[in-house]
């Protein structure tokens, strides 16, 4: 849940996923951010992130493996979104290159998502971050 801007990460995270085979088998994505349509975007990176997204969409063809959710200002609304998440047993990843304060882990969390966080990426489950919390809901 973010604005598709570089920093968010959220057309690397959509990269990732579907260039795995794997975990498209196992799940779908649902991304909640920014508009479909980049001519109603002000602004000229979130145009071109959505222009990306739409491109990566194409590219994996992720039609019905994907969702991708317009981005909410009604606060009420995002939490039912996220516990509609939680409630199907959906995973909550914060795909951010760079987060100063992370409001949608603490929303997650909030809403009693397992919650593991990290100030490393993960090379493999066997490493372990230089700290962590742990949040079973």
Request: proline content about 3%; hydrophobic content about 35%.
């Amino acid at each position: 849940m973010a604005r598709l801007d570089v920093v968010k990460n959220l057309t690397g995270l959509t990269e990732w996923y579907g260039k795995n085979k794997r975990l498209r088998d196992l799940v779908n994505l649902v991304i909640v951010g920014a508009f479909f349509d980049p001519s109603k975007s002000k602004d000229r990176e979130e145009t071109a992130e959505i222009k990306k997204m739409h491109s990566l969409m194409e590219k994996y063809q992720l039609k019905g493996q994907m969702r991708w959710i317009a981005a909410q200002s009604d606060r009420l609304r995002n939490g039912e979104l996220y516990r509609c998440i939680v409630d199907t047993k959906g995973a909550f990843v914060q795909p951010a290159l760079y987060e100063a304060f992370g409001l949608t882990v603490i929303e997650a969390m909030n809403c009693g998502w397992f919650t593991n966080f990290c100030n490393q990426p993960r090379r493999s489950s066997r490493d372990y971050c230089g700290w962590s919390f742990r949040f079973p809901h």
